[in-house]
Nanobody
Framework: QVQLVESGGGLVQAGGSLKLSCAAP????????MGWFRQAPGKEREFVAA????????YYSDSVKGRFTISRDNAKNTVYLQMNSLKPEDTAVYYC????????????????WGQGTQVTVSS
């Protein structure tokens, strides 16, 4: 399993931006698909974005596509989630995760998780 370390999160006004970071061990980073999920109170954990190293492809949920950008820096073994045009509906605990599975959008296929970071978007 990958041991993940998150940073970022906080309080931001609607329309603002926030950037989350998640680091993984260097020796395993390149072998895992890295993803971002979020979970609001009373809601299921939902897929936000993922980057698949094989093919250097990215995937986004419809709710964030065009506003969020996932990127990956192999030199720093870090994946980022740049969140722009934030809305109150984006308020949730955000988690980074890693998987060796082919499925990217379902939490149950991710084997490693960060502790989560709170993102709050005020109106």
């Amino acid at each position: 399993q990958v041991q993940l370390v998150e940073s970022g999160g906080g309080l931001v006004q609607a329309g603002g931006s926030l950037k989350l970071s998640c680091a993984a061990p260097a020796r395993t980073f390149s072998t895992y698909t890295m993803g971002w999920f979020r979970q609001a109170p009373g809601k299921e954990r939902e897929f936000v974005a993922a980057h698949r190293w094989n093919g250097d492809t990215t995937y986004y949920s419809d709710s964030v596509k065009g506003r969020f950008t996932i990127s990956r820096d192999n030199a720093k073994n870090t994946v980022y989630l740049q969140m722009n045009s934030l809305k109150p509906e984006d308020t949730a605990v955000y988690y980074c995760a890693a998987t060796l599975a082919l499925m990217l959008t379902m939490p149950k296929y991710y084997s490693s998780w960060g502790q989560g970071t709170q993102v709050t978007v005020s109106s």
